[in-house]
Each structure stands twice: as C-alpha cells, then as structure tokens.
C-alpha cells in the first residue's frame, strides 16, 4: 500500500492541524491504520488508530484532543488534532497493517510553539 501524508504545518498551543493519508487502496479494506509520530530524540510512537470495523484507540495523551476517521470522498484516513500542546510536535507518519505486511508513509512535520 502506498501512502502519503499531508497536512502537517506550524501552530501556536491551542491551535487546530488535521492531518491526512492517502492511500493507494481502499481505507475501508485495511485491516487497521495507524498515525506515529516521532519527537526530536525520542522513539516513534502510536498515536491512534482505526480498524477496519471503525473501532479507535488514542495514546492517553492525545484522548479528547485528538480524532482520527476515515473519508470516503478523499479514500483518507484524517487526524483532526485539536488544543495542540507544545508536546505534540514531531513528525507524524501513517502506518497501514494487512495481513502479512505494513507500509509506512513518509512523514509530514507538526510544530506546535508555546
């Protein structure tokens, strides 16, 4: 699967970002999607995710702020980032699971300044 990310852009604390991936197949047919992020230094991690029945799951520190759906019109798996903490900064990367093999995207940067 071919993905690609967009949306990533610079905002103060409190902003709004949503966040984009594309990908070369159907978003419904993906066993699950996930968006990572990776701090300056630090390891990549889950961010959320969405399985292909529609059940989510949030890292504890984003539940509330963060919102991740799939668009049929765009064939997108969207991450709707809201009240942005200087925390959130980091590359943001998609991440496709199938049965017997994962792609990633290449990332798209999120700044969030105090």
């Known amino acids: 699967v071919q993905l690609q990310a967009s949306g990533g852009g610079s905002v103060q604390a409190g902003g709004s970002l949503t966040l984009s991936c594309a990908a070369s197949?159907?978003?419904?047919?993906?066993?699950?999607m996930e968006w990572h992020r990776q701090a300056p230094g630090k390891e990549r991690e889950l961010v959320a995710s969405?399985?292909?029945?529609?059940?989510?799951s949030y890292r504890e520190s984003v539940k509330g702020r963060f919102t991740i759906a799939r668009d049929a019109a765009k064939n997108t798996v969207d991450l709707q980032m809201n009240n942005l903490k200087p925390e959130d900064t980091g590359v943001y990367y998609c991440?496709?699971?199938?049965?017997?093999?994962?792609?990633w995207g290449q990332g798209t940067l999120v700044t969030v300044s105090s």
């Open positions: 991440h496709s699971v199938l049965i017997g093999r994962n792609d």
């Open positions: 969405i399985g292909i029945g529609g059940d989510t």
């Open positions: 197949r159907s978003v419904f047919n993906i066993n699950v």
